[in-house]
């Protein structure tokens, strides 16, 4: 039998990953490079440009550059350590960097979810209230709810953090994850951890589900009120915006559900490896493409500060 031991500052995590497909290794250090490149560029580029431009000083586009700042983060707190583990031999992590991995991973993903909910009602502001739109979204306002939009998620990830490394540990450190996650340390438990999971899917419940409540229900009363618009061009400035941030939703909450909302040992843990994958490589590269492709006002902001 396994001897219990509690983790200690000393002690280290290794971090098997994709070790179970080594030709796959390569392949995947050159194509996570290139999304985390893309991620980078494309977020600095909407952080930038919101801030050099008068025109984008609005509460759509300060929410904008909050989630370009908190993808990049985001991407930063697991895709440097995994670039590291996929390049070389050494797939390790100490005990305290995994804990603050954890840390910042799970508040960041949590203040994502708030974020697009907040988001979502800054649209339905301007769709269905626009004559009490500047009242609704005062800049002091909007400042004040991306405050509780970021208090919120760290304070969720303190309760979390605190819980799973309170768990004594087997006694190897093979973490069968590319980063330091919740279900994936709970795996290495000795102890009965329903309590952890059922706190787990408690939490994610109310920052998950109640965020994408609350988001459909935004766009529900604003597709009521695209139905009885006469004007083509506010329908079509309508659908972009709103199409967009759809995307961006579905894009985050999908993969965040199938993830947090069941218990860690009823899934396949290679499944949940290329989940977690996905949205933290792919989905924060592709935002700063969807609201900017085809989005009238960045073009023109490009086209002012370049002139």
Same mark, same amino acid.
């Given at each position: 039998?396994?001897?219990?031991?509690?983790?200690?500052?000393?002690?280290?995590?290794?971090?098997?990953?994709?070790?179970?497909?080594?030709?796959?290794?390569?392949?995947?250090?050159?194509?996570?490079?290139?999304?985390?490149?893309?991620?980078?560029?494309?977020?600095?580029?909407?952080?930038?440009?919101?801030?050099?431009?008068?025109?984008?000083?609005?509460?759509?586009?300060?929410?904008?550059?909050?989630?370009?700042?908190?993808?990049?983060?985001?991407?930063?707190?697991?895709?440097?350590?995994?670039?590291?583990?996929?390049?070389?031999?050494?797939?390790?992590?100490?005990?305290?960097?995994?804990?603050?991995?954890?840390?910042?991973?799970?508040?960041?993903?949590? !203040?994502?979810?708030?974020? &697009? $909910? /907040?988001? #979502?009602?800054?649209?339905?502001? *301007?769709? =269905?209230?626009? @004559?009490?739109?500047?009242?609704?979204?005062?800049?002091?306002?909007?400042?004040?709810?991306?405050?509780?939009?970021?208090?919120?998620?760290?304070?969720?990830?303190?309760?979390?953090?605190?819980?799973?490394?309170?768990?004594?540990?087997?006694?190897?450190?093979?973490?069968?994850?590319?980063?330091?996650?919740?279900?994936?340390?709970?795996?290495?438990?000795?102890?009965?951890?329903?309590?952890?999971?059922?706190?787990?899917?408690?939490?994610?419940?109310?920052?998950?589900?109640?965020?994408?409540?609350?988001?459909?229900?935004?766009?529900?009363?604003?597709?009521?009120?695209?139905?009885?618009?006469?004007?083509?061009?506010?329908?079509?400035?309508?659908?972009? !915006?709103?199409?967009?941030? &759809? $995307? /961006?939703? #579905?894009?985050?909450?999908?993969? *965040?559900? =199938?993830?947090? @909302?069941?218990?860690?040992?009823?899934?396949?843990?290679?499944?949940?490896?290329?989940?977690?994958?996905?949205?933290?490589?792919?989905?924060?590269?592709?935002?700063?493409?969807?609201?900017?492709?085809?989005?009238?006002?960045?073009?023109?902001?490009?086209?002012?500060?370049?002139?």
């Amino acid at each position: 039998m396994m001897e219990r031991i509690n983790a200690s500052s000393e002690d280290y995590f290794v971090l098997l990953g994709f070790s179970n497909w080594p030709q796959l290794e390569l392949v995947l250090f050159v194509v996570i490079l290139m999304f985390y490149l893309m991620t980078l560029i494309g977020n600095l580029f909407i952080i930038i440009l919101s801030y050099l431009d008068s025109h984008l000083h609005t509460p759509m586009y300060f929410f904008l550059s909050n989630l370009s700042f908190l993808d990049l983060c985001y991407t930063t707190s697991s895709i440097p350590q995994l670039l590291i583990n996929l390049w070389g031999p050494v797939k390790t992590i100490s005990y305290n960097g995994c804990m603050i991995q954890l840390y910042f991973f799970l508040a960041l993903g949590t !203040t994502e979810c708030v974020l &697009l $909910m /907040v988001m #979502s009602y800054d649209r339905y502001a *301007a769709v =269905c209230r626009p @004559l009490h739109y500047t009242v609704l979204m005062h800049p002091r306002f909007c400042h004040l709810l991306a405050v509780a939009c970021w208090v919120s998620g760290f304070t969720n990830s303190a309760l979390h953090s605190f819980f799973t490394f309170r768990v004594p540990l087997c006694g190897h450190r093979q973490v069968d994850h590319f980063f330091c996650e919740v279900p994936a340390l709970l795996r290495l438990s000795c102890i009965d951890t329903r309590a952890n999971e059922l706190t787990l899917m408690v939490t994610s419940s109310i920052f998950v589900l109640t965020p994408l409540i609350l988001i459909l229900s935004s766009y529900g009363a604003i597709a009521r009120a695209v139905l009885r618009m006469q004007s083509t061009t506010g329908l079509q400035k309508v659908f972009g !915006t709103c199409g967009a941030h &759809l $995307m /961006v939703v #579905s894009l985050f909450f999908i993969p *965040a559900m =199938c993830m947090y @909302l069941q218990p860690p040992s009823g899934k396949s843990q290679d499944q949940g490896k290329f989940i977690a994958l996905f949205y933290t490589v792919v989905t924060p590269s592709l935002n700063p493409l969807i609201y900017t492709l085809r989005n009238k006002d960045v073009r023109g902001a490009v086209k002012r500060l370049v002139g």
